[in-house]
């Protein structure tokens, strides 16, 4: 069965510092990655997503992400974080009829 | 631009009444989805539909029901509605299984 793991429940990062939010999934094939952004109060929204080929993608807002073969991951980092990038921050994996299934989530906390 | 759209987005049930929450997309996607999402639970499939006129259950589909009449609407049935089902319900829409999910803004539903 396909899964996703998120393993920080909670990341709390220095406005201006570096972020990398985890992701692990387990698939039968490669799947179709992505990775929303949750503010709260709203819905979801798409950042970026792998498809295939170069296996680092660029999304929104200054985030990017590597999809790791050997490592089954899908990592999301920016380099200088922002106020405004508070909010819940959920990895997908996809291929299947179903759609995506979503991990538990990430929630980053930005300190002054 | 609607996109995706939710209604009601607040209600309040009593234990045992019964409500339909209707999500309508404008974008002639084929696949609709609805989820719930709980605390630390991240989002978790109820049912979904791959066209018009077919339904199908996801991961937690026990007291609810859906129907898809039409292309454009997807609508999530509660027949008794129980405290355990207070939660915030997304309805998400894509063209097919592995491409990117939009997401309406949610519907924050109280069971007492």
């Known amino acids: 069965a396909q899964s996703v793991t998120q393993p920080d429940i909670h990341i709390t990062v220095s406005e201006g510092a570096s972020l990398e939010l985890r992701c692990n999934y387990s698939?039968?094939?490669?799947?179709?990655l992505f990775w929303y952004v949750q503010s709260p109060g709203q819905g979801l929204q798409l950042l970026l997503k792998?498809?295939?080929?170069?296996?680092l993608v660029q999304g929104i807002k200054g985030f990017e992400a590597e999809f790791k073969r050997s490592q089954s991951s899908f990592n999301l980092r920016k380099p200088s974080v922002h106020w405004s990038d508070a909010a819940e921050y959920f990895c997908?994996?996809?291929?299947?009829?179903?759609?995506?299934?979503f991990g538990k989530g990430t929630h980053l906390i930005i300190q002054p | 631009n609607a996109g995706v759209t939710q209604t009601p987005k607040f209600r309040v049930l009593k234990t045992g009444q019964s409500m339909t929450l209707l999500c309508a997309q404008d974008?002639?996607?084929?696949?609709m989805y609805w989820y719930r999402q709980d605390p630390g639970m991240g989002l978790r499939l109820i049912h979904y539909?791959?066209?018009?006129?077919?339904?199908a259950k996801g991961e937690v589909p026990d007291g609810y029901n859906v129907s898809r009449l039409k292309k454009q609407n997807f609508l999530l049935g509660l027949e008794s509605a129980a405290p355990s089902q207070t939660s915030v319900y997304f309805c998400?829409?894509?063209?097919?299984?592995?491409?990117?999910?939009?997401f309406g803004q949610g519907t924050r539903l109280t069971v007492v």
């Open positions: 998400a829409s894509s063209t097919s299984g592995n491409t990117e999910a939009f």
């Open positions: 698939y039968g094939a490669t799947p179709y």
């Open positions: 792998y498809f295939s080929g170069d296996t």
């Open positions: 997908a994996p996809g291929g299947g009829a179903d759609g995506l299934t």
């Open positions: 974008m002639n996607h084929e696949y």
């Open positions: 539909s791959v066209g018009e006129g077919t339904t």
